[in-house]
């Protein structure tokens, strides 16, 4: 993966969206139907909100009508903002700093999309596994960086011939099928 990844890079631009006249009913069976936990109230184009299930939640035990009330009586702030040009790092500072799980993407001023925290985890978890691999490592015993990642060689060869017995669980090399379980010796003898 390329070292600057963008917002631009990992976002979906679909996301689900509401007026804030729209009824809380209508708008979780809009979540229901679409399988998203937030939906973006906007005004026009323009994001004005956010409804998410916890907001729906909290409707139905404040007592609220849902088949009556308007999502504006029911939706939270709009989350924070952040442009399609912006590093992904940056997304993951703002969604680490302020209690959000997604950012509203705008690209030249214009509201384009909704920025999950998924998106950013699984951007920052594949950039970072593959630096893993790349990054020299520190020798133990001396300090020295060792850069040939012959560490990762001798461990993945050391536990690619064991595997884990599904009756005692112990981490063995040979394994007997035996009425649809992988079993170790010691467990077929039993």
């Given at each position: 993966?390329?070292?600057?990844?963008?917002?631009?890079?990992?976002?979906?631009?679909?996301?689900?969206?509401?007026?804030?006249?729209?009824?809380?009913?209508?708008?979780?069976?809009?979540?229901?139907?679409?399988?998203?936990?937030?939906?973006?109230?906007?005004?026009?184009?323009?994001?004005?909100?956010?409804?998410?299930?916890?907001?729906?939640?909290?409707?139905?035990?404040?007592?609220?009508?849902?088949?009556?009330?308007?999502?504006?009586?029911?939706?939270?702030?709009?989350?924070?903002?952040?442009?399609?040009?912006?590093?992904?790092?940056?997304?993951?500072?703002?969604?680490?700093?302020?209690?959000?799980?997604?950012?509203?993407?705008?690209?030249?001023?214009?509201?384009?999309?909704?920025?999950?925290?998924?998106?950013?985890?699984?951007?920052?978890?594949?950039?970072s596994?593959?630096?893993?691999?790349?990054?020299?490592?520190?020798?133990?015993?001396?300090?020295?960086?060792?850069?040939?990642?012959?560490d990762?060689?001798?461990?993945?060869?050391?536990?690619?011939?064991?595997?884990?017995c599904?009756?005692?669980?112990s981490?063995?090399?040979?394994?007997?099928?035996?009425?649809?379980?992988?079993?170790?010796?010691?467990?077929?003898?039993?």
């Amino acid at each position: 993966m390329r070292e600057n990844v963008t917002v631009r890079d990992i976002i979906g631009m679909e996301y689900v969206g509401v007026s804030e006249s729209d009824t809380v009913q209508a708008a979780t069976e809009l979540m229901l139907e679409e399988e998203t936990d937030t939906i973006v109230v906007l005004r026009g184009r323009d994001p004005v909100g956010m409804l998410t299930c916890h907001d729906a939640l909290a409707t139905l035990v404040d007592g609220g009508d849902a088949a009556e009330r308007p999502v504006s009586e029911a939706m939270s702030e709009p989350a924070p903002r952040i442009t399609t040009l912006a590093d992904v790092d940056e997304a993951a500072g703002i969604m680490f700093s302020e209690p959000t799980s997604h950012l509203l993407v705008f690209d030249e001023g214009e509201f384009v999309g909704l920025l999950t925290e998924r998106e950013v985890m699984a951007a920052t978890s594949s950039r970072s596994v593959e630096n893993d691999y790349d990054a020299p490592l520190a020798d133990e015993n001396d300090g020295e960086l060792v850069a040939d990642g012959s560490d990762y060689e001798t461990e993945a060869e050391e536990f690619s011939t064991q595997s884990i017995c599904e009756v005692c669980g112990s981490l063995v090399r040979d394994l007997s099928n035996m009425n649809g379980q992988l079993i170790c010796a010691d467990c077929r003898e039993v």
